[in-house]
Antibody
Framework: QITLKESGPTLVKPTQTLTLTCTFS??????????VAWIRQPPGKALEWLAL???????RYRPSLKSRLTITKDTSKNQVVLTMTDMDPVDTATYYC????????????????WGQGTLVTVSS | DIQMTQSPSSLSASVGDRVTITCRAS??????LNWYQQKPGKAPKLLIY???SLQSGVPSRFSGSGSGTDFTLTISSLQPEDFATYYC??????????FGQGTKLEI
């Protein structure tokens, strides 16, 4: 069974740095093609992809947020960490991590499964 | 960015109805299109990947079709547990991956 779980602060102040940890089990981030992504969802709004780290340590960031985001992995601990600097109230959202999966037989990639999410509120 | 536009934004239907949700990409994404279901307070769940492949464990009343820029998610006979919000997502370009704005399916 594959599971992911997000952890981190529920409340951060404006200008602070947010650090979130995704702890997963049931798969290895050393497996060819596998990745872990961070996706967020402001209250009542749509999903927004933030960052992705691949098995080979390649990284992708949302261009509009690239200067504020850093994603790293600790394969031995089965963890992926996302840091976001200079937090603002508009960054208030539920933050999800999800496994990025590819199949050799079908095109593209997809996010499955997802963690339960963690609500982060940015307020002074 | 590849923009994903879903229609309608909300939809009222009844148990047993056949429902279709559409998703349009701002450029061709071939078959790199996924569908997710999200219930209130829960994480999204993958339903369909690669435009038409049913994820394991998902009921066969869900189906997906399309290629290029136009895609559809069809629920052949709505069940009470299907009332949720549905999102499409393209994986053609990872810079950035993008989702539609969502379609809320209500009773």
């Amino acid at each position: 069974q594959i599971t992911l779980k997000e952890s981190g602060p529920t409340l951060v102040k404006p200008t602070q740095t947010l650090t979130l940890t995704c702890t997963f089990s049931g798969f290895s981030l050393s497996t060819n093609g596998v990745g872990v992504a961070w996706i967020r969802q402001p209250p009542g709004k749509a999903l927004e992809w933030l960052a992705l780290i691949y098995w080979d340590d390649d990284k992708r960031y949302r261009p509009s947020l690239k200067s504020r985001l850093t994603i790293t992995k600790d394969t031995s601990k089965n963890q992926v960490v996302l840091t976001m600097t200079d937090m603002d109230p508009v960054d208030t959202a539920t933050y999800y991590c999800a496994r990025r999966y590819v199949s050799g037989l079908t095109p593209g990639s997809w996010f499955d499964p997802w963690g339960q999410g963690t609500l982060v509120t940015v307020s002074s | 960015d590849i923009q994903m536009t879903q229609s309608p934004s909300s939809l009222s239907a009844s148990v047993g109805d056949r429902v279709t949700i559409t998703c349009r990409a701002s450029q061709s994404i071939t078959s790199y299109l996924n569908w997710y279901q999200q219930k209130p307070g829960k994480a999204p769940k993958l339903l369909i990947y690669a435009a038409s492949s049913l994820q394991s464990g998902v009921p066969s009343r869900f189906s997906g079709s399309g290629s290029g820029t136009d895609f559809t998610l069809t629920i052949s006979s709505l069940q009470p547990e299907d009332f949720a919000t549905y999102y499409c997502q393209q994986s053609y370009s990872s810079l950035p991956y993008t989702f539609g704005q969502g379609t809320k399916l209500e009773i």
